[in-house]
């Protein structure tokens, strides 16, 4: 299994830094020029009911702790990895993933929870796979909350009402992981328009493929 890696990916970054969008454009880049490639998430998975139902408890109720909301996110990984990624990886596809471990990472410590307990988990749900390369959508945080107050499609989550100090923890903590990783965590900024921030994702994944 340590290879199926190579043909993961995964996608990074504050709320409203606009990385769902951003995949989705990827993605069907991809898929209209023929390649076998497969979109996913977290917390949830595509087409997995189990682990959706887990990404409703988490988004919609602000009473759990952080270390239970901890546990919910690895439960939900472990049915993920096992049912989705790992199948879909294994029949040869290229798997993006709209957020993974690093979110889990930088967003539970943020919270308040030991970095070396969360790693244990994170190791412990994905039985040490980890993508070899992972796109952190980088932006002001002022910018992203802007965005999205302006965008009446997105559904409002517990995590997009945190204040400001709480996203500006959130981007520290992902480029704390850019400067200890630069061959795999790619920093891309996303405060331009969006053609411009998928663009230089695809070229990037051009020469990787």
């Excluded at 606009?18 to 949830?44: A, H, M, Q």
């Excluded at 965008?151 to 850019?178: A, G, P, Q, S, T």
């Amino acid at each position: 299994m340590s290879n199926l890696n190579k043909l993961f990916f995964t996608f990074e970054g504050i709320e409203g830094s606009g990385k769902s969008t951003i995949i989705n454009i990827v993605y069907n880049e991809f898929l209209k020029r023929g390649y076998d490639i497969f979109l996913t998430r977290e917390p949830g998975g595509n087409n997995l009911i189990f682990a959706e139902k887990i990404r409703k408890v988490i988004l919609e109720d602000e009473n759990i702790t952080p270390l239970t909301e901890l546990f919910l996110f690895e439960a939900s990984r472990v049915e993920h990895l096992d049912k989705i990624i790992i199948p879909n990886l294994k029949q040869g596809k290229i798997v993006l993933c709209d957020r993974f471990a690093d979110s889990t990472l930088v967003y539970q410590k943020s919270k308040g929870i030991d970095i070396r307990s969360i790693e244990f988990l994170n190791k412990i749900a994905t039985n040490n796979f980890f993508p070899t390369k992972v796109f952190i959508l980088d932006i002001e945080p002022e910018i992203a909350l802007n965005r999205l107050k302006i965008n009446k499609n997105r559904e409002i989550n517990k995590f997009d009402k945190e204040n400001i100090f709480f996203h500006k923890k959130i981007r520290d903590e992902y480029l704390k992981l850019v400067k200890k990783n630069k061959e795999k965590y790619i920093l891309i900024n996303a405060n331009q328009e969006k053609e411009k921030v998928s663009e230089d994702i695809i070229k990037i994944l051009e020469k990787v493929f």
